[in-house]
């Protein structure tokens, strides 16, 4: 990853003028530094941004977006290692979206210290990036959403978002993504824990990973009776979360877990829940777009002439918050 420079004018970079129609069609030819540039673009949520958005809208469209969810050290990293090199294999395409809510730290340093970078280096159908939300408006909300589409345009057949760090961002990645992995571990929260935190809501595909350890079965059960406890599945045509177990570390049961993805991903084509969600995801980020547009205006009213004069009527009695307030939005 480069450094993007000191600030720069609107639209441009101190050094080189962004081209932004080139960076895509650069991208779109599957060009590694495009690709990166172009989520830097998006991170950095600078004046290029809704020219990027723009020229991005098109393209794209074709990328399975799987988010992993689960506690921390429950195996994602381990797990998206080793799904990578089975989606390889199988010649598709993949995006790795590490998202890490608890730094403003951007860029590939986070993740080049991970061993796993090792595994996929020098392997051009396969672009990992790590984005720091910390700090942004509205942060996950749409940054992420404009670097998955980033990916999506440059190709990928399939966009795995995980979270690293610690967050309470694991069902905000789950609103992102077309397939949802929930991950548990033997003894690190059984089935019961999970209905109870709301996750089995959530999951598409349940992985039991270190099934190497004692409990696996037990946690199997658990969430099995759980599911059907639940019994949000019991629609016909509804789709009913596998249980996949798997030894991330060894690979085993990858290939069945990539099946499952497959499978659901003809599920949504089929079932029209697939566009059900793009749309509900396409309107919480129009909503999030908007809401910092919002809060932008918002500040440049406080301190404001008018904003004073509200005020004022409000503190000698002649209107109240709440009117003032109506009054403020309509001159936004
Ligand atoms: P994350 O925090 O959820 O991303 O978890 P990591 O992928 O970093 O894994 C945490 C630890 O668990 C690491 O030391 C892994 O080597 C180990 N681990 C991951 N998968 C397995 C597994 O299937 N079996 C065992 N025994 N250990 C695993």
Redesign the pocket.
Known sequence: MTPEGPASPPGRRGRDPVDVADLVARARDGEARAVARLISLVEDAGPALPEVAAALAPHGGRAQVVGLT???????????TALVGVLRGRGLRVGVLAVDPSSPFSGGALLGDRVRMQDHAGDDGVYIRSMATRGHLGGLAWATPQALRVLDVAGCDVVLV?T?GVGQSELEVASLADTTLV?L?PGMGDGIQAAKAGILEVADVLVV?????EGADRTVRDLRSALALGGRHEAPGAWCPPVVR?????G?GVEDLARALAEHRAWLASSGEGDRRRAARAAREIEAVALTGLRERMGQVRGSAALGALAAQVVAGRTDPFRAAALLLDQL
Request: glycine share 12%; charged share 20%.
């Open positions: 689960g506690a921390p050290g429950v195996g994602k990293s381990t797990t998206t995980e690293v991950l571990a990973n270190k099934a190497d350890r798997t030894v991330a570390t060894a085993t």
